[in-house]
Nanobody
């Protein structure tokens, strides 16, 4: 099991940028695919980006072209660079290890506290 601590959220104007970080504990971070999830008010927690252990990435259509996921295995850290932010990006953001089953990606049971992103003028 890995411990996760998200940071980097805050209030930003539309069109602005933020970089979120996810610090993971444990010696096996590099062996897991990782993902970023977000949950808006009253919404379902959805996977918006993931990166495999080989560095292959994919994104939800809502963020494709604007967000970039990356990982630094030496630092046990996952990042999400968010550019051209829109009000609809307002949500709580979470990271987690993910696994592929049935043609889709699923999170493990442990969640950190998340970090809140608010995009507003």
């Amino acid at each position: 099991q890995v411990q996760l601590v998200e940071s980097g959220g805050g209030l930003v104007q539309p069109g602005g940028a933020l970089r979120l970080s996810c610090a993971a504990s444990g010696p096996v971070f590099r062996f897991y695919s990782m993902g970023w999830y977000r949950q808006g008010p009253g919404g379902e927690r959805e996977l918006i980006a993931h990166i495999t252990t080989a560095g292959i990435t994919d994104y939800a259509n809502s963020v494709k072209g604007r967000f970039s996921i990356s990982r630094d295995d030496a630092k046990n850290t996952l990042y999400l660079q968010m550019n051209t932010l829109k009000p609809e990006d307002t949500a709580d953001y979470y990271c987690n290890a993910v696994y592929n089953a049935g043609g889709s990606w699923h999170p493990f049971d442990y969640w950190g506290q998340g970090t809140q992103v608010t995009v507003s003028s």
